[in-house]
C-alpha cells in the first residue's frame, strides 16, 4: 500500500508518519518511510536547490524541479519498495505541487498535476491523509520550533491558504482522508488506523 501525508507547513506531518511507521512495523509490516523533495540521493540535491538557494526560482521552474525530483523517486525507491510488498509512507506526494505550485504560484493546477501525473508514470496513492489547519495557526506551530525557515516556509499567510484551499478541494477525492489538525496526536493517529482497518491494513 502507498500512503502519502499531505497538508501546508506546520501541521504535524511528521509526528504522525513517524508514529504510524512504528505502529506499523510492531505489527510485523515492512515499511518504507521517504520524503519529498529530497527522498533520494539526487533529492537531496534538488531539494536544497528548491528551499535553501539564495534568490527566487521562477515558478515553473519550481514545479519542474519538483515533477524531476518525484520522477526519479518514484522509479528509484518508491515503485521497488511496493513490488517488494513493502507499505511506503511518504512525506507529500504530488498534491504538494498542485497545492502550492498550482493554486498558490497561481499556475494551471491542471498543467501541474498532468506533469506530475506523467513524472511518476500515474501511479497515484493508495491512500492520501490530509491534516488540515488554517494558515495562521499552521504558521504559529511552525514559529515555536526554533527552527530557520526555509524559501517556502518564508511565504506570507495568504500563499497558504491558497494551498490550504486547494488541499480541500483535492480532498473531495475518494482517496482522501482529511482530519482536524487541532485535535491531539493520539486522536489523529487513531482515526488513521482505524482508516487503516477499513482498507484491511491492521
Same mark, same amino acid.
Given at each position: 500500500?502507498?500512503?502519502?501525508?499531505?497538508?501546508?507547513?506546520?501541521?504535524?506531518?511528521?509526528?504522525?508518519?513517524?508514529?504510524?511507521?512504528?505502529?506499523?512495523?510492531?505489527?510485523?509490516?515492512?515499511?518504507?518511510?521517504?520524503?519529498?523533495?529530497?527522498?533520494?540521493?539526487?533529492?537531496?540535491?534538488?531539494?536544497?536547490?528548491?528551499?535553501? #538557494?539564495?534568490? =527566487? *526560482?521562477?515558478?515553473?521552474?519550481?514545479?519542474? $524541479?519538483? /515533477?524531476? +525530483?518525484?520522477?526519479?523517486?518514484?522509479? %528509484?525507491?518508491?515503485?521497488?519498495?511496493?513490488?517488494?510488498?513493502?507499505?511506503?509512507?511518504?512525506?507529500?506526494?504530488?498534491?504538494?505541487?498542485?497545492?502550492?505550485?498550482?493554486?498558490? #504560484?497561481?499556475? =494551471? *493546477?491542471?498543467?501541474?498535476?498532468?506533469?506530475? $501525473?506523467? /513524472?511518476? +508514470?500515474?501511479?497515484?496513492?493508495?491512500? %492520501?491523509?490530509?491534516?488540515?489547519?488554517?494558515?495562521?495557526?499552521?504558521?504559529?506551530?511552525?514559529?515555536?520550533?526554533?527552527?530557520?525557515?526555509?524559501?517556502?516556509?518564508?511565504?506570507?499567510?495568504?500563499?497558504?491558504?491558497?494551498?490550504?484551499?486547494?488541499?480541500?478541494?483535492? /480532498?473531495?477525492?475518494?482517496?482522501?482522508?482529511?482530519?482536524?489538525?487541532?485535535?491531539?496526536?493520539?486522536?489523529?493517529?487513531?482515526?488513521?488506523?482505524?482508516?487503516?482497518?477499513?482498507?484491511?491494513?491492521?
Amino acid at each position: 500500500m502507498f500512503i502519502s501525508f499531505e497538508g501546508i507547513d506546520g501541521v504535524g506531518k511528521s509526528t504522525q508518519l513517524e508514529s504510524l511507521q512504528e505502529f506499523l512495523i510492531s505489527r510485523g509490516h515492512r515499511v518504507l518511510r521517504t520524503l519529498e523533495p529530497g527522498g533520494t540521493e539526487l533529492g537531496q540535491e534538488i531539494r536544497h536547490l528548491l528551499l535553501h #538557494r539564495k534568490g =527566487d *526560482v521562477a515558478p515553473r521552474a519550481e514545479a519542474l $524541479l519538483y /515533477a524531476a +525530483d518525484r520522477a526519479h523517486h518514484v522509479a %528509484t525507491k518508491i515503485r521497488p519498495a511496493l513490488e517488494r510488498g513493502e507499505i511506503v509512507l511518504t512525506d507529500r506526494y504530488f498534491d504538494s505541487s498542485v497545492a502550492y505550485q498550482g493554486a498558490a #504560484r497561481d499556475l =494551471d *493546477v491542471n498543467q501541474v498535476r498532468d506533469i506530475s $501525473l506523467w /513524472a511518476v +508514470d500515474n501511479l497515484v496513492p493508495d491512500l %492520501t491523509i490530509l491534516l488540515d489547519l488554517p494558515a495562521q495557526d499552521a504558521i504559529q506551530r511552525r514559529s515555536r520550533t526554533g527552527t530557520e525557515p526555509d524559501r517556502l516556509e518564508r511565504e506570507k499567510v495568504e500563499f497558504f491558504e491558497r494551498a490550504r484551499g486547494m488541499y480541500l478541494e483535492l /480532498a473531495k477525492e475518494q482517496r482522501f482522508l482529511v482530519i482536524d489538525a487541532n485535535q491531539s496526536v493520539d486522536q489523529i493517529q487513531a482515526a488513521i488506523r482505524n482508516r487503516l482497518v477499513e482498507l484491511g491494513i491492521s
